[in-house]
């Protein structure tokens, strides 16, 4: 292996140097063939909380499945549901 | 590795220069640029000495991974994604070789024609020289199709290099990327139950490989 790695002192790095304009003239080239930029787009939007794997409310799942259940029952939007929990809770009553 | 052909050969090219350069003696990146990561299952078990992976390089970093990859002794193999996209006309910006894998068929033929277009065109709007080949794939150990002698003909009336040996299709080559390593780690392991010659398909990738060689060094 030894010979060989030897053999390999050939390889000579070449000079690796492009200019932002050349760059533009690289992707418009590709573009007019129709190799295009294909990067995929980020969603727009609030990210899911990796805490819930839910956008809100920030509670762990049972919490925010117990939250569900509870609301569906009482025919409620689940936020409906929490503006009585937060009375309780700020006020001690739900009014 | 170019060709926005699927299934060509891209990354099996990849991996047999990957590790045949590794074997004799160059340090060797690998940057898997395609979002099926290919590359980077085959690394997953078990990556041979000397070889260094990246993965999921994207467009924008192209550039610099390279630069920062290359230099003297080494090695850098961008694996591309069988698509037309804008990081294959980049990635060909940099290379000092662009490899186009092709099976002999007229489908592989024709779709991978668009890569070496864009090569001529980038070597145009530049002004520099970008050396590229064709390689041809799944050749039948056999005997040589005609498709694969009219293609042949063709490249050559083009004045497009072409390297030989080509690949030929062997099981063993397939095989690699459920194993992972090299293909002389495969041929070792006893464990390793394969249906077709390892030890032709080593020298197949072994002379692939020198070809190559003699057409960066
Ligand atoms: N010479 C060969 N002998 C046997 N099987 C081969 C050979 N070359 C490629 N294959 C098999 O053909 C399939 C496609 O090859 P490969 O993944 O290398 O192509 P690719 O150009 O990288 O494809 P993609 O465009 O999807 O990235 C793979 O299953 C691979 O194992
Ligand atoms: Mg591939």
Redesign the pocket.
Known sequence: MNASGDRLRGLKARPKNISTEELRKVDRVGEDRGFSDRTPRRKPGRKVSPRTYQLHPKVLPDTGEAIAAEAERLGLTQGQLIERMWQTYRYGTAS | ?A?P???????????LLATGFARMGASVTVLDC?P?K?LTRWASRGLPEGIALLSDVQRSELVTVIREADGDGRIVIV?????ASQIVSRAISQADLVIV?MQPTALDAEVGSEALGLVQEEEEALGKEIPHAVVL???SAAVKSRVQRELEAQLMAAGIDLIEPS????????E??AHGGDLEAMMDDPNIATGGRVDRAIVNAREFTEAVYERIR
Not at chain 2, 5 to 15: D, E, P, Q
Not at chain 2, 79 to 83: A, M, N, R, V, Y
């Open positions: 590795m060709s052909k699927g299934g060509a050969g891209k990354s099996t090219c990849a991996v395609d099926n290919s694996d591309l994604e069988g698509i894998p794939t799944k050749t690949l030929v299709l062997r099981a063993a080559f397939a690699l990327f």
